[in-house]
């Protein structure tokens, strides 16, 4: 039964049961005159059966008796008292009982033929005169039944008074009838009032908790609706945001694709995948608090930008989706992304500092881009993770060759694990000499992969693959490990430079595995270098140099490699303990043409001597780099001009050789 039906049902008994109790009330006159009637009927006969056992009754309607007129002169001299010698047959007669509430104030016994036989007390009847006296004694002697019926005078009188009639056939006497007058006591409207009383207020007092019901019930309906609304809001809406969140975007969008699905393609809607730049950084730097403002902040501006007419929804911490549902063509898809990008950038002010949120999108259209809900799903990521990979702060729309992208990067990611496990990646070293004479000082490992089906994998989309994949680790420390059992075997003291990752750097185990590799290749620690990126400075930049300084305090090299190209900050050069400088090949190649890149190059090398740091400049392809690069005063040089790198350093390390002993010779 639903809780309508239990209401219902609960208020018709209570009104049922309050109609019945008002009915009594009004029915109580009626049921004590009854009750009444039927007292003194018993009264009447208790008496009659008490008068049997005190005389004779007569038996036979025959001219009066002396021993029967002896007996009841007997009675009632008995009843007026012993001291009196008059007899008094209208006497009042007293019969004490306390099981009725009335007295016998007279009786009398008619023949059959209505003459009056005998009587006592005082009664007001004493002739059928009366018609309505008369009928009932026609009736009570003709249907041989006790007859009881009020004196209406009496009762005007304010002393209620009952007739009752007794045909004496009913007491084995001979017929005719005896007539016994009973005056009711006042009890009887006392208990009319108490009942009707009672009943008026045991009424009242049902209607009362009928309504206090009716009215606990309608505020307790109105509490449930209220928590099952805000059931539904919790379960269907973002309690941050107000936006309706990953259940409801999963219960709508398979709604919406089925509808649209029927249709042969006529209707369109987009479906954007919104990504917050940086949120982690934003919680860090500000609080959770603030981070919270900002993404009330921007489910706010995507709501203004779009309309109410588009349906966003906030999935999970700072992951957005959007619903164009509504007159959509594909062709604004980039127009609306492009707005949303640019609404981004304007500052969110949270407790008086101001905080700049870029975001990242992918973008697909429906049915263009596919029909089902899970390949929607699956191509917006996919174009939402291109958008990140691509800068951040911009949008990507999906296309089947990001798709293909995609596959691919996963079957590398899957390739490259099985590399690793099966040793198929090796090393090439590629030499670096020292500027002024030219001879070799070292080399700088560089990891190579030989595809089995696709050939050589360029290093930056494995290693890219690999620091998404999380398989960089295993792939840095192969790396190390291998570079330095091979810079273990060369005479000379040469050293070698390998690339540390910056998520190895974030590793807490780093330092302990460069120091267990040096003690299993026997390699001095001053002929490892570790070059790092400036990359590592988007992380926690103490957490960094605490890194680094134990790194250096083991005896190895930090040099910072493409300096100049990322994250470029003089105040880390003073804070972290480098060793070298890398000059970033982008600046080497035009540094002899005597354009911007000559001024970058000076500074950077008289930057590096006041800081004492050598330069290493990479990317040295011709003579005249040569040539510039030493009058700049760059200390190291590598590049194709002195060898590409290569699987064979003991060779390259020879051709020095040799070259050193002809110029000797």
Avoid at 76 to 82: A, H, I, T, V
Avoid at 215 to 235: D, H, M, N, S
Avoid at 344 to 354: K, L, N
Avoid at 611 to 626: D, H, I, M
């Amino acid at each position: 039964m639903s809780r309508f039906g239990f209401v219902a049902s609960l208020v018709f008994l209570l009104a049922a049961f309050t109609s019945l109790v008002f009915a009594s009330a009004f029915m109580a006159p009626g049921i004590v005159q009854q009750l009444s009637g039927l007292d003194a009927r018993l009264l009447a006969r208790d008496w009659l059966v008490s008068m049997q056992s005190q005389f004779e009754l007569p038996g036979e309607p025959i001219p009066f008796k002396a021993s029967v007129g002896d007996n009841l002169a007997a009675f009632l001299l008995q009843q007026r008292g012993e001291g009196s010698s008059e007899v008094d047959l209208f006497r009042p007669i007293e019969f004490q009982s306390l099981e009725h509430f009335g007295n016998i104030t007279g009786y009398a016994v008619f023949t059959k033929f209505g003459e009056l036989f005998i009587a006592g007390g005082r009664p007001q009847l004493r002739s059928l005169d009366n018609q309505q006296f008369a009928s009932v004694v026609k009736k009570a002697m003709s249907q041989n039944i006790t007859v009881v019926f009020p004196l209406e005078h009496r009762v005007k009188l304010g002393k209620p008074s009952q007739v009752v009639v007794i045909p004496l056939t009913r007491f084995n006497g001979p017929r005719g009838v005896v007539s016994i007058e009973v005056e009711r006591h006042n009890i009887e409207g006392v208990m009319e009032r108490g009942v009707q009383f009672t009943s008026f207020l045991t009424a009242g007092i049902l209607a009362f908790l009928a309504l206090v019901v009716m009215v606990t019930l309608f505020y307790w309906g109105r509490q449930r609706r209220k928590a099952e609304r805000e059931a539904i809001r919790l379960a269907f809406f973002d309690p941050l945001t107000g936006l309706p969140n990953r259940r409801k975007f999963h219960m709508d969008l398979p709604r919406i694709v089925d509808e649209l699905r029927g249709q042969n393609g006529d209707k369109e809607f987009g479906l954007l995948s919104i990504d917050v730049d940086k949120f982690k950084a934003i919680n860090d730097l500000y609080g959770h608090s603030a981070g919270d403002a900002v993404l009330n902040a921007i489910g706010r501006r995507l709501v203004e930008n779009l309309g109410a007419q588009n349906s966003v929804f906030r999935l999970s911490g700072d992951e957005f989706v959007v619903i164009l549902s509504q007159d959509f063509e594909f062709c604004q898809l980039s127009d609306i992304c492009g707005q949303l990008v640019e609404a981004m950038e304007h500052p969110i002010e949270v407790e008086q500092s101001h905080i700049l949120a870029s975001v990242s999108i992918g973008a697909l259209a429906f049915p263009m881009h596919g029909d089902d809900e899970q390949l929607l799903l699956k191509r917006s990521d996919l174009a939402l993770y291109d958008a990140k990979d691509n800068g951040r702060s911009g949008f990507t729309v999906f296309s089947t060759a990001l798709e293909q992208e995609m596959r691919h990067k996963a079957r590398l990611e899957r390739d490259l694990r099985q590399a690793l496990e099966l040793d198929q990646l090796h090393l090439h070293y590629q030499p670096q000499v020292d500027a002024c004479s030219g001879e070799l000082l070292g080399f700088e490992a560089l990891a190579r992969w030989t595809h089995p089906e696709l050939g050589a994998i360029n290093p930056e989309e494995f290693v890219g693959i690999a620091e998404q994949s999380g398989l960089i680790h295993r792939l840095g420390q192969w790396a190390l490990s291998t570079a330095c059992e091979e810079a273990a075997k060369w005479e000379g003291g040469l050293t070698i430079a390998v690339n540390l990752s910056p998520l190895q750097l974030r590793d807490a185990q780093i330092v302990l595995c460069v120091q267990r590799v040096l003690h299993q290749s026997g390699l001095a620690p001053e002929r490892l270098v570790l070059e790092i990126t400036e990359g590592v400075f988007v992380y926690d930049t103490s957490q960094v140099r605490h890194t680094l300084d134990e790194l250096r305090s083991l005896g190895v090299g930090i040099a910072m490699d493409d300096f100049g190209t990322g994250y470029s900050s003089l105040s880390y050069l003073t804070r972290i303990p480098l060793t070298k400088l890398k000059i970033d090949r982008a600046f080497v190649s035009n540094f002899h043409l005597g354009k911007a890149d000559d001024a970058v190059v000076h500074c950077v090398v008289g930057l590096s001597k006041s800081l004492r740091l050598q330069v290493v400049a990479e990317g040295v392809e011709t003579q005249s780099q040569v040539q510039a690069l030493q009058l700049a005063g760059c200390d190291i040089l590598q590049g194709y001009y002195f060898g590409r790198p290569t699987g064979a350093p003991h060779e390259v390390i020879e051709a020095f050789a040799d070259r050193t002993l002809k110029r000797a010779g």
